[in-house]
């Protein structure tokens, strides 16, 4: 089936860092979204993308879904220990439907001080 | 005031059981959803429902069997449980079925099967 592969796997970087991370899809996607696991509960949605080249911002994050609709890119500035976590992208083919969301493999971020 | 909920948090057991896993979401979601985690930590759906009724049913084998009393409710019953069903699993919400790319997770069920 569809894998969204995400780079990098895992990150280990200093406080204030800035990060990023892509996702990216052999098929087209209609709306993206990052998700954020924290250890030992669910993912949270932190950001949802409509539109292809769409730039959408949520505090120190920002996402953009990118034009070919086949990836997207999330950044974090200056990073702080409470980024720890995985960051999942995720895909849905199309808008205002039942389909279902293609998670991505992941992105594990680590925050030293 | 969880919004969504599963129980047990852990679950440990021998192979061939059967055992269920309890989901509940207090947002008035018409939609909820099954995942599971695997140990690479691929999130990957298995099944979604609205409303009470079946609208998502990825290739599970059908020893996983979900069922919901009410709309607030999605339960997983999965018999004669094998090594490789060990997993995290979670369930999920949504507003409706159209909203789908907005889910709400439940903290996870951690199931060992020895």
């Known amino acids: 089936g569809q894998q969204l592969n995400q780079s990098p796997q895992s990150m280990f970087i200093q406080e204030g860092e800035d990060v990023s991370m892509n996702c990216t899809s052999s098929?087209?996607?209609?709306?993206w979204l990052w998700y954020k696991q924290d250890p030992g509960e669910g993912p949270v949605l932190l950001i949802a993308?409509?539109?292809?080249?769409e730039l959408t911002s949520n505090g120190r994050l920002t996402a953009q879904f990118g034009i070919t609709r086949k990836d997207s890119f999330l950044n974090i500035s200056a990073s702080i220990p409470s980024d720890v976590g995985i960051y999942f992208c995720?895909?849905?083919?199309?808008?205002?439907?039942?389909?279902?969301?293609?998670f991505g493999t992941g992105t594990r971020l680590q925050v030293t001080l | 005031d969880t919004a969504v909920s599963q129980t047990p948090k852990y679950l440990v057991t021998q192979m061939g059981n059967d055992k269920s896993i309890k989901c509940e979401q207090n947002?008035?979601?018409?939609?909820m959803y099954w995942y599971k985690q695997d140990s690479k930590k691929f999130l990957k759906i298995m099944f979604s429902?609205?409303?009470?009724?079946?609208?998502i049913n990825e290739t599970v084998p059908n020893r996983f069997s979900p069922k919901s009393p009410d709309k607030a409710h999605l339960n997983l019953h999965i018999n004669s449980l094998e090594l490789g069903d060990s997993a995290v699993y979670f369930c999920?919400?949504?507003?409706?079925?159209?909203?789908?790319?907005?889910?709400?997770f439940g903290p996870g069920t951690r199931l060992t099967v020895l």
């Open positions: 999920a919400s949504s507003q409706e079925w159209r909203r789908s790319d907005t889910q709400y």
């Open positions: 098929s087209i996607f209609n709306t």
């Open positions: 993308l409509y539109k292809a080249g």
């Open positions: 995720a895909g849905q083919p199309n808008t205002g439907t039942a389909s279902k969301l293609t």
């Open positions: 947002l008035g979601h018409d939609t």
């Open positions: 429902y609205n409303n009470k009724e079946l609208i």
